[in-house]
């Protein structure tokens, strides 16, 4: 496709051109149903991904699909009350119209995924009923699951096979780098680079960002290496606005692993939900007097409960705690995944509590859009962990995320159709390459050692103001010529947007703990709302910095 080429041509310009309806942007849950959907409406599409078509963030996805099923469901338990759920663990700030819109929306994206040949866990053999389990922040058992615990893994296998089979084009290995605009502003298109830094376009009048998280901007996380929040700087750049950043989740429970960085294993919530407990090093219970809901806490709760008590260090041990599932029976069969991490490690959970640890697990914000996927620039769309839609707040109810990527997914594909057929997008002919030279770029291992020590679970004003200084230090200038580049250009903007939302929000709400502000502020000051139960949006500043707009009340349009 590219032919051969110098390396000061691969580093100048293009070196190739495609054209497409819709560029799809990752290869993950969302990105794959709405490239799906797409095609089923006549779109030609093609999906960019920065590893394998089955390398994203989905596979990894332990504990299931949050959804309650018509007839297949706890008694008393309703759409309803998974809607409430969610706005509660969202600490204020989630939109009630986007969460019940996309909840109502689970039922049916969850019939179709099965319809196309995922196969999830009955509840009893020869049972077509499919079991439940719970996790934190739910009230009712709820969550289904694949594989006991490899959820994302059966939904990512479903939909690579859909995709193979409907010949959907994929460019497996190439980075998005920026979008390509018309004077007007409006997107149509990206470039790209491989991995040996050829670059590329790709011109369509409508470009889907569904590139997962950020979990990367930390040592610790759940998240694979590819998750370096280059769609959110894709989007600041290309001058959409982002909002919610500062609210990154921590998982409480990865597995700990001794001297490791990058993805740890992820230790399901439902684990718990199955009986495990928590208590450190001298047998006490990290959850006890916390939280009504014990060891089942939302996951903000409980990740802070844990760094808190690991902070105290009784028995000496001050970077893990332990989860006790030795009470479950068939554990192995239950939790294979989990099971077999473990083993690495010498560990059997029937007999050993497992050290686990928080780490970084889901961006709660990310490119402002309405449930749709429409951003506030036209031709640019974003689904999955890297849109801000108001589902989840401030913090992400356990299991919502392969929920929102199967609704947001069919209906943004929808949302493009329909743009199209009106005329409402703009011409990929009168699309102008980026013309900027260089970026600031930090030291990934400055940037993520500063990120974990200042802004992750626990922050304060001063640990934050270090995190700046740490970049500000490592910056250099560099063009964005190679795919490495490119990922720590957009840890380092994606980071720089995060601490000046953080250090902003001077109170404590859901996942965004202040140590100098313990407390969450709704108080009602000189409005009828408070002045934190707001989003903070971000925008690039004409020299290419993060600057925050005033807290407002982000509106979502169904």
């Not at 998240?223 to 280059?230: K, L, V, W």
């Not at 709660?364 to 974003?382: E, K, N, P, Q």
């Not at 743009?419 to 970026?439: E, F, H, I, K, W």
């Amino acid at each position: 496709m590219t032919g051969p080429v110098t390396a000061l041509q691969a580093k100048t310009h293009p070196v190739w051109e495609a054209a497409a309806d819709l560029v799809v942007i990752g290869s993950g849950v969302a990105g794959l149903t709405a490239a799906l959907r797409a095609q089923e409406l006549g779109l030609h599409v093609l999906v960019v991904t920065k590893g394998a078509v089955s390398d994203g963030n989905t596979r990894w996805a332990q504990g299931g699909i949050a959804v309650v099923l018509e007839g297949e469901h706890e008694q008393g338990d309703s759409v309803g009350k998974h809607a409430e759920d969610t706005l509660t663990a969202g600490a204020g700030l989630c939109d009630d119209d986007a969460v019940r819109s996309i909840i109502a929306g689970g039922p049916a994206a969850v019939a179709r995924l099965r319809a196309a040949g995922a196969r999830f866990d009955p509840a009893a053999a020869g049972r077509t009923e499919l079991a439940r389990t719970r996790e934190g922040g739910h009230s009712a058992f709820r969550v289904i699951h694949a594989g006991g615990d490899a959820t994302g893994a059966e939904v990512e296998r479903t939909l690579v096979a859909k995709a193979g089979d409907r010949r959907i084009p994929v460019l497996e290995h190439h980075i998005a780098v920026d979008a390509i605009r018309t004077p007007a502003g409006e997107v149509v298109g990206v470039t790209v680079l491989d991995h040996d830094g050829v670059p590329g376009v790709v011109r369509a009048p409508a470009v889907l960002l569904a590139s997962g998280g950020l979990g990367q901007l930390y040592h610790a996380t759940s998240n694979p290496e590819i998750a370096t929040g280059d769609g959110l700087a894709l989007a600041l750049r290309a001058g959409a606005q982002v909002a919610d950043v500062e609210f990154v989740q921590f998982h409480p429970t990865v597995l700990f692993t001794p001297g490791a960085r990058g993805r740890l294993p992820l230790v399901t919530e439902a684990v718990r939900g199955e009986g495990a407990t928590l208590h450190d090093a001298t047998g006490a219970s990290v959850m006890r007097g916390v939280h009504p809901l014990g060891d089942l806490a939302p996951r903000d709760v409980v990740s802070a409960a844990i760094t808190r008590r690991m902070a105290q260090a009784p028995g000496g041990i001050d970077d893990h705690v332990l989860l006790d599932a030795t009470g479950i029976s068939g554990f192995a069969k239950r939790f294979p995944t989990v099971h077999a991490a473990c083993a690495v490690l010498g560990i059997d959970p029937a007999k050993d509590p497992i050290p686990v640890t928080p780490a970084a697990h889901f961006a709660c914000g990310g490119v402002v859009t309405t449930v749709d996927g429409r951003s506030g620039v036209l031709g640019l769309y974003a689904a999955g962990e890297v849109a801000r839609t108001g589902l989840h707040g401030a913090n992400r109810l356990a299991s919502n995320s392969l929920l929102e990527g199967l609704v947001a997914g069919r209906r943004v594909a929808e949302a493009v159709a329909a743009d199209l057929a009106t005329g409402q997008l703009g011409d990929p002919r009168r699309g102008v390459l980026a013309s900027r030279a260089t970026v600031p770029v930090a030291d990934r291992d400055a940037l993520q050692r500063a990120m974990s020590r200042y802004a992750a679970i626990g922050r304060d004003a001063e640990g934050l103001s270090v995190v700046g200084s740490v970049l500000d230090l490592s910056m250099v200038e560099s063009p964005l010529w190679t795919p490495r580049i490119v990922e720590d250009a957009a840890l380092t903007l994606v980071a720089e947007a995060l601490v000046a939302a953080a250090a902003r929000r001077t109170e404590s709400r859901g996942c965004h703990v202040r140590t100098d502000f313990p407390e969450r502020d709704d108080s009602f000051p000189e409005r009828d709302d408070s002045a934190w139960q707001r989003g903070q949006l971000i925008r690039l500043s004409p020299s290419g910095q993060p600057v925050l707009a005033d807290p407002i009340a982000l509106e979502v349009v169904a």
